[in-house]
Nanobody
């Protein structure tokens, strides 16, 4: 069983920055696709950014140019650098890890952006 633990969420003013981290357990991290989803109250969970085992990245249109995803395989960690935050970025952010047909999720970390 793979466990994921997120950190780095919090309250920030609009225009500010946060960096989320997600540490995974086990020895498969370098072979996995990982990334971040978010879910705002009353909304569906949406993909924010993903990074493949080979390093290819993809982003939601709403965060392109503001968010950057990266991974450190030596630390089993995926990061999400969030700059120029907007109130509409307020949500619970979940990291995920996909290995073949299995997807594992973290418990979520709250990001709140005040106007």
């Amino acid at each position: 069983q793979v466990q994921l633990v997120e950190s780095g969420g919090g309250l920030v003013q609009a225009g500010g920055s946060l960096r989320l981290s997600c540490v995974t357990s086990g020895s498969i991290f370098s072979s996995t696709d990982v990334g971040w989803y978010r879910q705002a109250p009353g909304e569906q969970r949406e993909l924010v950014a993903g990074i493949s085992s080979g390093g290819s990245t993809n982003y939601a249109d709403s965060v392109k140019g503001r968010f950057t995803i990266s991974r450190d395989n030596a630390k089993n960690t995926v990061y999400l650098q969030m700059n120029s935050l907007k109130p509409e970025d307020t949500a619970v952010y979940y990291c995920y890890c996909t290995f073949y047909w299995n997807t594992y999720w973290g418990q979520g970390t709250q990001v709140t952006v005040s106007s």
